[in-house]
Nanobody, 114 residues
């Protein structure tokens, strides 16, 4: 059974930091690109960042310089370090494994207060 589980969300003031974690089943983690996405109320889900198996990263323009995606292949875990958070970063953050099909976690809520 494939599992993708996010954690680390919460409430933080603007300018603060949070680190999200996502643990995925080993069978799908080690050979696939991982991604973080977010969905704000009333908006479509959007890309935040992705990381390939060799560590190549891609970021949405809105988070460049503030967010960092990384992965620990030994722990089947991908992280999203979020600094200098803004109210517009509020939303549900989802982790995805881009295999032959996409696997998604249940999401973790991030709320940034002004």
């Amino acid at each position: 059974q494939v599992q993708v589980v996010e954690s680390g969300g919460g409430l933080v003031q603007a300018g603060g930091s949070l680190r999200l974690s996502c643990v995925a089943s080993r069978s799908i983690f080690s050979t696939n690109t991982m991604g973080w996405y977010r969905q704000a109320p009333g908006k479509q889900r959007e890309l935040v960042a992705t990381i390939t198996t060799i560590g190549r990263t891609n970021y949405a323009d809105s988070v460049k310089g503030r967010f960092t995606i990384s992965r620990d292949n030994a722990k089947n875990t991908v992280y999203l370090q979020m600094n200098s958070l803004k109210p517009e970063d509020t939303g549900v953050y989802y982790c995805s494994v881009h295999a032959r099909v996409d696997y998604w976690g249940q999401g973790t809520q991030v709320t940034v207060s002004s």
